[in-house]
T-cell receptor, first 112, second 114 residues
Framework: GEDVEQSLFLSVREGDSSVINCTYT??????LYWYKQEPGAGLQLLTY?????DMKQDQRLTVLLNKKDKHLSLRIADTQTGDSAIYFC????????????FGTGTRLQVFP | DAGITQSPRHKVTETGTPVTLRCHQT?????MYWYRQDPGHGLRLIHY???????DKGEVSDGYSVSRSKTEDFLLTLESATSSQTSVYFC?????????????FGSGTQLSVL
């Protein structure tokens, strides 16, 4: 079945780069998304990549997609304390049944 | 930006009572969704709607019903709340006219069933 996996925690120093990883199992994905959730708030769409792309850059954010390994990553350059949040990857699947599968989230903690 | 308002923001209720959560959007988005968020599970889809009076079940629909009598409002009802339905509930819309594409989420409703 479909599954999206992420590591639970990541801790980085302010100013360093953060890399959050995600693996998925279904190869019929169309879009892959990264969402950010701050405490007490809903999920906010950060960025996304179409499945026929390898990389997308958006200011401090770089998304890398390795379709062969079914691996998605989000790199945050110059990480700031305001980046502390939970990050969710999600895979949109088209097929007999269309689905959006979320990972369990990675909590990013940025320390000074 | 899509405007989504969820109400109430917090609710405490007793087992066996009915509960209705409301989601209101200010744009004319076709697709609306109800998710629940629980530790260790990420977000799981309860029900979604693709138009007025058009709804379908998600992954965890048992014990929940929905209604959409107007484009802007999507209601989630727990007919008889159970403790396993204690969760944070999020409403979302698709910012495009395509199912599951580019979801925008509300701020959530924290529901506690005692």
């Amino acid at each position: 079945g479909e599954d999206v996996e992420q590591s639970l925690f990541l801790s980085v120093r302010e100013g360093d780069s953060s890399v959050i990883n995600c693996t998925y199992t279904d190869s019929s994905s169309t879009y892959l998304y990264w969402y950010k959730q701050e405490p007490g708030a809903g999920l906010q769409l950060l960025t996304y990549i179409f499945s026929n792309m390898d990389m997308k850059q958006d200011q401090r954010l770089t998304v890398l997609l390795n379709k062969k390994d079914k691996h998605l990553s989000l790199r945050i350059a110059d990480t700031q304390t305001g980046d502390s949040a939970i990050y969710f990857c999600a895979e949109s699947i088209r097929g007999n049944t269309d689905k959006l599968i979320f990972g369990t989230g990675t909590r990013l903690q940025v320390f000074p | 930006d899509a405007g989504i308002t969820q109400s109430p923001r917090h609710k405490v209720t007793e087992t066996g009572t009915p509960v209705t959560l409301r989601c209101h959007q200010t744009e004319n988005h076709r697709y609306m969704y109800w998710y629940r968020q629980d530790p260790g599970h990420g977000l799981r889809l309860i029900h979604y709607s693709y138009g007025v009076k058009d709804t379908d079940k998600g992954e965890v629909s048992d014990g929940y019903s929905v209604s959409r009598s107007k484009t802007e409002d999507f209601l989630l009802t727990l007919e008889s709340a159970t403790s396993s339905q204690t969760s944070v509930y999020f409403c979302a819309i698709s910012e495009t006219q395509i199912l599951n594409e580019k979801l925008f989420f509300g701020s959530g409703t924290q529901l506690s069933v005692l």
